[in-house]
């Protein structure tokens, strides 16, 4: 991680609790102001202009304390009031800025110099941020008076939601946990789904994966899709991947120096594996050539993109210098042709010289 990136982190944190702070303090002040200003309002050497605003003031506050004080009644005895609800939002948004600064620490700061891969990295941070909201949330609604045997009634509320419109959210929230902990998609794999969709998996959230393409295009994906679709990974079990380049041969052509010139090319580019070393497969005789196959490693599937074009080339150059002929395919058309009595003698003796020998005796 960059020195620059932690810098910027930190920054954004400093910031947001030095506002926070800010904010706390003027409310401070402002609270010793109001009391001091109708502390003096009260007394009777004050003017009467600042007794009349005092105690507008006083009833203006007093409405305030009344509607942030209603109590709102929850069934079994217990109530809540606004102000608890307000302090309990507060606390919600305050969980998310912390969840979210210490998530940055840890993959910035703890993480990376424990040198997990990638995808352990996003699991561990995701799966800690998730535990702050939730634990978080759960005191924001003890704060706020709603007592927790209660939610059972959200429970139902949410599962008659969820039986009328937020399957595919649910849906996709607990593929992303799956995808979290099973990790048959990790961050920074490079996949290729069933509609020739692909690239690198850049962020696995709570509902969606992000895929960066190779025209660096951002595609959001459903975590669902992802859990029921088929995926090729190139990246698993390990980045390391074998290629295959087919070409034919002319039949006729020196087999031993089509092997050569094949190894010869795979060798000498510097994207190709020296272990396991590249081979030559002769795989068969077919309709208009020889079939060859080449076969090598590469270390990813960036590698595999650059050398199946930069083989071919070299392939098709080697082949010219060395007169191996690649062939077209090629088909030869035999034409059966019918003598009649009706052509004229010159014409007939013409076709019968040209037809082969059997087709003469097949005549006679």
């Known amino acids: 991680i960059a020195k620059g990136e932690v810098e910027a982190d930190f920054k954004v944190t400093r910031k947001v609790i030095d506002f926070a702070s800010v904010i706390v303090c003027i409310i401070l002040v402002l609270s010793l102001w109001v009391a001091t200003f109708i502390d003096f309002g009260s007394t009777p050497a004050a003017p009467g202009p600042i007794q009349a605003a005092v105690s507008g003031v006083g009833g203006f ?29 507060a606390i919600i948004a305050l969980s998310f ?63 008659i939601g969820i039986g009328f419109g937020l399957q595919n959210i649910i849906n996709n929230f607990v593929s992303g946990l799956i995808l979290l902990f099973e990790r048959p998609v990790r961050v920074g794999d490079v996949i290729m789904l069933a509609d020739n969709l692909g690239g690198t998996v850049e962020r696995i959230g709570p509902r969606s994966t992000t895929i960066i393409t190779p025209d660096n295009i951002a595609v959001v994906v459903p975590n669902a899709r992802l859990m029921e679709s088929q995926i090729v990974n190139w990246s698993q079990p390990t980045d390391r991947i074998r290629v295959h380049i087919n070409v034919g041969v002319a039949y006729g052509s020196d087999l031993e120096l089509v092997k050569k010139c094949l190894l010869d090319v795979a060798q000498r580019h510097p994207m190709v594996r020296k272990y ?55 088909q030869d058309l035999h034409i059966r042709s019918v003598i009649t009595k009706e052509l004229p003698q010159e014409e007939r003796g013409e076709i019968e010289k040209a037809m082969p020998p059997e087709e003469l005796k097949k005549k006679e």
Not at 61 to 66: I, S
Not at 73 to 86: A, M, N, R
Not at 99 to 120: C, D, H, P, T
Not at 317 to 327: D, G, K, L, S
């Open 61 to 89: 506050l007093h409405v305030a304390v009344g509607v942030l004080g209603y109590k709102l009644g929850l069934g079994d005895g217990s109530y809540t009031t606004p102000f608890k609800i307000l302090i309990g939002l």
């Open 97 to 159: 800025l912390i969840a979210a600064a210490l998530k940055r620490f840890l993959q910035n700061r703890v993480l990376s110099r424990v040198r997990l891969e990638k995808g352990i990295e996003h699991t561990i941070s995701s799966v800690f941020t998730y535990l702050i909201v939730a634990i978080t949330v759960l005191f924001a609604l003890s704060v706020a008076g709603v007592p927790l045997r209660s939610l059972a009634f959200f429970a139902g509320a949410l599962g």
């Open 276 to 330: 396991p070393e590249p081979m030559v497969r002769f795989d068969k005789f077919g309709d208009s050539a020889l079939i060859f196959e080449l076969i090598y490693w590469v270390d990813n599937a960036y590698a595999r993109w650059v050398t199946l074009s930069d083989l071919n080339f070299a392939i098709d150059r080697a082949f010219r210098e060395n007169n191996i002929t690649i062939p077209f395919p090629q």
